[in-house]
């Protein structure tokens, strides 16, 4: 069974930092693609940054340069470094896991979500 287990969200100021994490199990961490991904109310959810199994990583053009996605593949654990955060990156955030079985399907699996709040 496959399980996504966020941690971290919380409340922050304008400016200020924060850091996600989620632990994966069930799968083989070290060859899934990873990412986080948001959803504010009344909003899509979209895509705020991935990285493949070889450490690439992918950003969503409004957190270049503050958001830093990471993962250690010994602790199963995928993170997101966010920096110099807006009121506009509050949303829930959810973790995603993208596996491949052996006939080449896509499956996705996704955490609970964790709700990151920054107030002006």
């Known amino acids: 069974q496959v399980q996504l287990v966020e941690s971290g969200g919380g409340l922050v100021q304008a400016g200020g930092s924060l850091r996600i994490s989620c632990v994966a199990s069930?799968?083989?961490?070290?060859?899934?693609?990873m990412g986080w991904y948001r959803q504010a109310p009344g909003k899509q959810r979209e895509l705020v940054a991935d990285?493949?199994?070889?450490?690439?990583?992918n950003y969503a053009d409004s957190v270049k340069g503050r958001f830093i996605i990471s993962r250690d593949n010994a602790k199963n654990t995928v993170y997101l470094q966010m920096n110099t955060l807006k009121p506009e990156d509050t949303a829930a955030y959810y973790c995603?896991?993208?596996?491949?079985?052996?006939?080449?399907?896509?499956?996705?699996?996704w955490g609970q979500g964790t709700q990151v709040t920054v107030s002006s």
């Open positions: 995603n896991a993208k596996e491949y079985n052996n006939y080449g399907i896509l499956y996705n699996y």
């Open positions: 069930g799968i083989t961490f070290s060859t899934n693609a």
């Open positions: 990285i493949n199994s070889g450490g690439g990583t």
